[in-house]
């Protein structure tokens, strides 16, 4: 059974950076051409997309457009999880931030528990 | 990154049946089989219902369907219970910079 388990902090100051990491058990980060995405969720803006990591034969990533300039997503092997970087945050970053795997073409089975994150000083 | 449009809000009594649709464009829902749906109870993450249109995964209800006809999809609950009140988002692949993307969300109440 795959399992997700998000950590980080739930309060992160304006102007700095965002940053959690989705421990993954049951299932390999590294395997080929499985997905491993960062969704959010705020009142404002709903569900989110923000971006993805998989591997195939070698590392790929893809980005929303809306947080391009300020994302990353990066896969650690040793650890057997992904991490979500957000710089430059503003209190409009303010959601629930979700780490979800997507195995087939586009659809997202397994989810983690979600993560509050509020931006405020 | 326009989110596919739901209605707000569907209602219905024990035993009915309810329809929620998700409308698109042809860069996402028409144009890819690709259109997923979600349950998400409140304080929970969401919940994979139905995946590529019409496919439910492993222990979903047979009450849960899923169709789609040009830039609309619909997500059908047949024999309407009270645990299934909740909050429903449909969510395509889009053929984009920014690759996928959620419906609105509608607000399932059982009468």
């Known amino acids: 059974q795959v399992q997700l388990q998000q950590s980080g902090p739930g309060l992160v100051k304006p102007s700095q950076t965002l940053s959690l990491t989705c421990a993954i058990s049951g299932d390999s980060v590294s395997r080929n051409s499985v997905g491993w995405h960062w969704v959010r969720q705020s009142p404002s803006r709903g569900l989110e997309w923000l971006g993805r990591?998989?591997?195939?034969?070698?590392?790929?990533?893809d980005y929303a457009v809306s947080v391009k300039s300020r994302i990353s997503i990066n896969a650690d092997t040793s650890k057997n999880q992904f991490s979500l970087q957000v710089n430059s945050v503003t209190p409009e970053d303010t959601a629930v931030y979700y780490c979800?795997?997507?195995?087939?073409?586009?659809?997202?089975?397994?989810w983690g528990q979600g993560t509050l994150v509020t931006v405020s000083s | 990154q326009s989110a596919l449009t739901q209605p707000a809000s569907v209602s219905g009594s024990p035993g009915q049946s309810i329809t929620i649709s998700c409308t698109g464009t042809s860069s996402d829902v028409g144009g890819y089989n690709y259109v997923s749906w979600y349950q998400q109870h409140p304080g929970k993450a969401p919940k994979l219902m139905i995946y590529d249109v019409s496919t439910r995964p492993s222990g979903v209800s047979n009450r849960f369907s899923g169709s789609k006809s040009g830039n609309t999809a619909s997500l059908t609950i047949s024999g309407l219970q009270a645990e299934d009140e909740a909050d429903y988002y449909c969510s395509s692949y889009r053929s984009s910079s920014t690759l996928g993307v959620f419906g609105s969300g509608t607000k399932v109440t059982v009468l």
């Open positions: 990591t998989y591997y195939k034969s070698r590392w790929y990533n």
């Open positions: 979800a795997r997507q195995e087939r073409y586009w659809d997202f089975e397994y």
